[in-house]
């Protein structure tokens, strides 16, 4: 059994990730601001952007997965912070949640061999920094990076909910 530090574990994928650990016997830990309770799980209070907390709260984990979003600044002192915490620590693996963002305005056959793209906005700019920061680590250190495109499922507000509400107000916005 695994301790599985998840930040950014209130989110929706977090929350997913957690359940999902938990299912398969290991010992989720819910990191977030203002931490949800979740049946089976840990949780603690971090602020991603703190990083003695980060390290803290990196002491009691055997894996880390980073899940946080937010704007630029955020995601890339989680980077930062995480890529901290586990070179001092016993912490050997890391699962980093980045975005086909960072592919830009590449056209074509896109795999994980593919650079950078260009015409990057201010989201897969920070998704670039943030992979860049993880990748950075000791080679003893193994950082699995996941480039999803969109999300979807139940309680997805991003890209079920606020589209929904969109189309119920006539307002279909960038569709």
């Not at 997913?16 to 799980?41: D, K, Q, T, W, Y």
């Not at 260009?118 to 680590?137: D, M």
């Not at 990076?145 to 969109?166: D, E, F, N, T, V």
Request: glycine share 10%; hydrophobic share 40%.
């Amino acid at each position: 059994m695994q301790r599985v530090l998840i930040f950014g574990g209130n989110g929706f994928v977090g929350r997913e990730v957690a359940r999902r650990a938990l299912n398969s016997g290991h010992m989720p830990i819910i990191a977030s601001r203002r931490p949800l309770p979740f049946p089976g799980c840990r949780t603690l209070a971090v602020d991603i952007t703190d990083k003695s907390a980060v390290l803290s709260a990196c002491r009691d984990a055997d894996v880390v997965v980073n899940c946080v979003a937010g704007n630029a600044t955020t995601m890339i002192a989680a980077a930062t912070n995480i890529a901290h915490a586990v070179s001092a620590s016993q912490i050997d693996t890391i699962v980093h949640l980045s975005s086909m963002a960072v592919y830009g305005s590449t056209e074509g056959y896109i795999d994980e061999t593919t650079a950078f793209g260009s015409n990057l906005g201010w989201y897969g700019a920070a998704k670039c920094k943030a992979e860049k920061i993880l990748n950075g680590l000791t080679p003893d250190k193994h950082v699995m990076i996941l480039r999803p495109g969109c999300i979807i499922g139940p309680g997805s507000h991003q890209w079920g909910g606020r589209i929904a509400k969109l189309l119920q107000t006539y307002r279909t916005g960038d569709i």
